[in-house]
T-cell receptor, first 113, second 109 residues
């Protein structure tokens, strides 16, 4: 069964550094998402992406965050200047159509030191 | 008010018990609904879609009441392996997905 893949599985970065999290959505999917989950807390929506542009973003997704689909297969989340509070699990998800369920990658654990 | 609200939990039940989770949504544009389960430190995984006529998958039954904007999940004969957090999700046709905060279930021997 096709799956969403995320790399790396764990990223350790110094505060203030830039980080890029990578995702390869399922190949025929058109809608892409990033979520984050701070340890012990709920899943929080960050951003949705469709037709090469952001369709919706949350308050968390401020100017420090950006997303890109550079080559038609990868979907990346960039955090420009990381803060301690960015430490979390970041999940990528994709789906084919709006009324279909999302499929999640197994996440990247981001640790900011 | 949250767009998707779930029972806060936690639910602690013995093996073999029947347990029901409720979820309400406020966005009337929501058209499709799903239940996910999430194990500790893992990604959410689709448990089942929720259809207007109600649907069953083994020990799991999901129901949707559009008039009341209410979704439910019933787990019968609960197993230790059912212990997880259960997430209710509402989608609009525009592609927006809203997750509930989740309800934690612990099934004890």
């Amino acid at each position: 069964e096709p799956e969403v893949t995320q790399t790396p599985s764990h990223q350790v970065t110094q505060m203030g550094q830039e980080v890029i999290l990578r995702c390869v959505p399922i190949s025929n999917h058109l809608y892409f998402y990033w979520y984050r989950q701070i340890l012990g807390q709920k899943v929080e929506f960050l951003v949705s992406f469709y037709n090469n542009e952001i369709s919706e973003k949350s308050e968390i997704f401020d100017d420090q965050f950006s997303v890109e689909r550079p080559d038609g297969s990868n979907f990346t989340l960039k955090i420009r200047s990381t803060k301690l509070e960015d430490s979390a699990m970041y999940f990528c998800a994709s789906r084919q159509e709006p009324n279909q369920p999302q499929h999640f990658g197994d996440g990247t654990r981001l640790s900011i030191l | 008010r949250k767009e998707v609200e779930q029972d806060p939990g936690p639910f602690n039940v013995p093996e073999g018990a029947t347990v029901a989770f409720n979820c309400t949504y406020s966005n009337s544009a929501s058209q499709s609904f799903f239940w996910y389960r999430q194990d500790c430190r893992k990604e959410p995984k689709l448990l089942m879609s929720v259809y207007s006529s109600g649907n069953e998958d083994g020990r799991f039954t999901a129901q949707l009441n559009r008039a009341s904007q209410y979704i439910s999940l019933l787990i019968r004969d609960s197993k230790l392996s059912d212990s997880a957090t259960y997430l209710c999700v509402a989608n609009t046709n525009a592609g927006k997905s809203t997750f509930g905060d989740g309800t934690t279930l612990t099934v004890k021997p």
